[in-house]
């Protein structure tokens, strides 16, 4: 069966870091690798897509890489700051849109 | 826009009553997901609707679960007879196929407790 694995439930690291966090799948050849934000109480938000195709995109202080081989996805928050403090979702969507989440690594960036 | 809209946001009811979870996705949007969230089992795809059409319902728990989208504006998810394990936060997110990032926009939720 299909199924994602991130690597941590939690992580924390001091304010100023790079927080590194890992998404592994199984099962499943998606068409894109999609990352998500979700803070208490809201649903999630979306920061970043890359495609099949692509090795790594960034934006601003994020940066996703893409190893369809390995069957893992790297999401990088550079400068780490207590405002990033969330839990980070990894999404996989398929050709024929359908989207599936994994569990999520809850992230604190102490000061 | 004002977004994807989920009514209501908090729903208390006892075991074995009908719950009826309602979702207007985003004007224009052509696929809408119904998720469950628990700390057990995290972000579960219950299933999802291509131009108002199920395509994908085997994340449907059992029997007791039904969705419809009856028109492009509207969802309803219902659980008939609601049981204490259907406690969890219910989310209902759209997107557009049409779309350069293919993301999906979230709702705030239901969270539905069953006593």
């Known amino acids: 069966s299909q199924k994602i694995e991130q690597n941590s439930e939690a992580l924390n690291i001091q304010e100023g870091k790079t927080a590194t966090l890992t998404c592994n799948y199984t099962?499943?050849?998606?068409?894109?690798l999609q990352w998500y934000r979700q803070d208490p109480g809201r649903g999630p938000v979306f920061l970043l897509l890359i495609r099949e195709n692509e090795k790594e995109k960034r934006k601003e202080r994020l940066k996703v890489t893409f190893d369809t081989t390995l069957k893992q996805s790297l999401f990088h928050i550079t400068a780490s700051q207590p405002a990033d403090s969330a839990t980070y979702l990894c999404?996989?969507?398929?050709?024929?849109?359908?989207?599936?989440f994994g569990s999520g690594t809850r992230l604190s960036i102490r000061p | 826009d004002a977004g994807v809209i989920q009514s209501p946001r908090h729903e208390v009811t006892e075991m074995g009553q009908e719950v009826t979870l309602r979702c207007k996705p985003i004007s224009g949007h052509n696929s809408l997901f119904w998720y469950r969230q628990t700390m057990m089992r995290g972000l579960e795809l219950l299933i999802y609707?291509?131009?108002?059409?199920?395509?994908?319902d085997s994340g449907m728990p059992e029997d007791r679960f039904s969705a419809k989208m009856p028109n492009a504006s509207f969802s309803t998810l219902k659980i008939q007879p609601s049981e204490p394990r259907d406690s969890a936060v219910y989310f209902c997110?759209?997107?557009?196929?049409?779309?350069?990032?293919?993301?999906?926009?979230f709702g705030q939720g239901t969270r539905l407790t069953v006593v």
């Open positions: 099962n499943y050849s998606p068409a894109y």
């Open positions: 609707f291509n131009n108002n059409v199920p395509i994908d």
């Open positions: 997110a759209s997107s557009s196929t049409g779309t350069v990032q293919n993301e999906a926009f």
């Open positions: 999404a996989l969507r398929s050709s024929a849109s359908k989207i599936i």
